[in-house]
């Protein structure tokens, strides 16, 4: 079974940075996808950043430039560094995992999921 765990958020002022990371078990592919996505309260789940196996990458518009999703393959870890945080920002960030190569931030396309870390960030 995959299971994907994170670790890192927390609560920080506007302009600053979190780091949050993800370990995937139970992965048999070695060709896959990682992602993060977040739901803000009453809003729908959307993608964040994804990073597939490949090293191919995608972004939504929204945290472009300010977002950076690295991956350690070897250890099926995967790392969102958010910088110039703002309070848009707010919301459950989850990590998922799909079992083949995807360039995508449609979460309809992963199965398996973590069960989200909070990431609160004030004006």
């Known amino acids: 079974q995959v299971q994907p765990v994170e670790s890192g958020g927390g609560s920080v002022q506007a302009g600053g940075s979190l780091r949050l990371s993800c370990v995937v078990s139970g992965l048999s592919s070695s060709r896959n996808t990682l992602g993060w996505f977040r739901q803000a309260p009453g809003k729908g789940r959307e993608g964040v950043a994804t990073?597939?196996?490949?090293?191919?990458?995608a972004y939504a518009d929204s945290v472009r430039g300010r977002f950076t999703v690295s991956r350690d393959s070897s250890e099926n870890m995967i790392t969102l560094q958010m910088d110039s945080l703002n309070p848009e920002d707010t919301a459950m960030y989850y990590c998922a995992a799909a079992p083949y190569l995807l360039w995508s931030l449609d979460p309809a396309h992963f199965q398996s999921w973590g069960q989200g870390t909070q990431v609160t960030v004030s004006s």
């Open positions: 990073m597939a196996s490949d090293g191919s990458t």
